[in-house]
């Protein structure tokens, strides 16, 4: 299906946009079906539904690769931030503040995850992507404003998300070190774990047990705003890199405005058109982005899924598989000129 939009910008942009949709219209359904019930509880049903989906995901051993022991502790790093603090300080901030701004406040996410990802893995920030993440920063900042102007804004709630944002941005930057492996696997976990410490903590902290339509509506809402958004976002990292895909995953929050007011949320005005035009503007830059020069791959080995049609899997089967599929091989050194972002194969400086 992807393989046949132009460009790995494209293909990652759109990736990272169905994630975006996905958690931005997750966020005023919280709300709403999360009302009177615990953080800690809505954490537990929001990635319970993740597991359930992502167990249903997963793809064979010769299809994707595999989870390995040295990654544990990534994902529970992961967990602990995507899973326990993120989900539960959304929760808590979404009883104390509008939904719409409480989705706007987490355009922040995108720029906590672009600079992590700058500092931690050096991917190259070029003057378009600079310009993209200043437009969706600006757009977030003018969305906020306007709630503020309007009256609707409570502080300790907009904290409460924007401490949520930071955790999904350290998240974020954490799962490119296993963007290669199967999403599905790496989704089940890290829900697995986050379910099993949010139950503990609800229990420990008292909170009482939800209704059985809350419940339901809350696993749902999980299913696919966490399970199926994060499944996108780790096939858009593979693709795109880690600030590309936090930086348009930014119009999530703008899609989640739109659904609070769809859901009943008549808060907005004016100034909420220029902020979302803005962050639609950054998006379009991204999709637009065409990095192209001559570069050099060193010699490499490692695992991951792959196709033989895109310039770099030249290696040679006794029975040659159709398709995507994943096992150990190895890259000779090769120096090309062809379109490319900080996906697995363009790690290099600039």
């Known amino acids: 299906m992807w393989r046949g939009l132009a460009s790995p910008a494209q293909r990652g942009g759109l990736l990272a946009l169905l994630a975006a949709a996905l958690f931005g ?9 999360g009302a009177g019930v615990g953080p800690f509880t809505t954490a537990a049903l929001l990635y319970g539904g993740a597991a359930l989906v992502a167990a249903v995901m997963r793809r064979p051993a010769t299809r994707e690769a595999q989870l390995r022991r040295g990654d544990l502790p990534r994902l529970v790093a992961m967990a602990s931030m995507g899973a326990v603090v993120g989900p539960v300080a959304l929760a808590w901030g979404l009883q104390r503040t509008s939904g719409s701004s409480a989705s706007l406040m987490l355009t922040l996410e995108a720029v906590f995850t672009a600079l992590l990802a700058w500092r931690w893995y050096g991917e190259t ?43 999904w941005g350290i998240d974020n930057t954490l799962s490119k070190g296993v963007a290669d492996r199967d999403p599905g696997q790496v989704v089940l976990v890290k829900a697995v774990l986050g379910t099993l410490a949010t139950v503990l903590m609800g229990w420990l902290w008292n909170e009482p047990v939800p209704g059985l339509g809350p419940a339901l509506a809350l696993l749902a809402v999980g299913a696919t705003g966490y ?9 858009a990292q593979r693709a795109f890199g880690a600030a590309r895909t936090g930086s348009v995953f930014a119009f999530a929050p ?3 405005a739109l659904g609070a007011f769809v859901l009943g949320d008549r808060s907005g005005s004016w100034l909420m ?19 192209e020069h001559a570069h050099v791959h060193e010699s490499l080995e490692h695992e991951h899924a792959h196709t033989h049609d895109d310039g770099h899997h030249t290696h040679t089967h006794d029975v040659m598989p159709s398709g995507s599929h994943s096992h150990w091989h190895h890259h000779a050194p090769v120096e090309h000129t062809h379109p490319h972002v900080p996906d697995a194969h363009h790690g290099h400086s600039h």
């Open 25 to 33: 219209l997750s966020t005023p359904l919280v709300q709403g079906f």
């Open 125 to 167: 920030l070029d003057r378009r992507v600079i310009v993209a993440v200043a437009l969706l920063l600006v757009g977030g900042v003018v969305l906020v404003l306007e709630q503020g102007l309007v009256g609707q804004v409570q502080l300790l709630g907009l904290l409460a998300v924007t401490v949520a944002t930071m955790a």
């Open 227 to 235: 399970g199926l958004s994060l499944r996108f976002y780790l096939l």
């Open 254 to 256: 703008f899609i989640g």
């Open 273 to 291: 058109g220029v902020g979302g035009l803005l962050m639609v503007c950054g998006v379009v830059l991204h999709l637009a982005e065409r990095h």
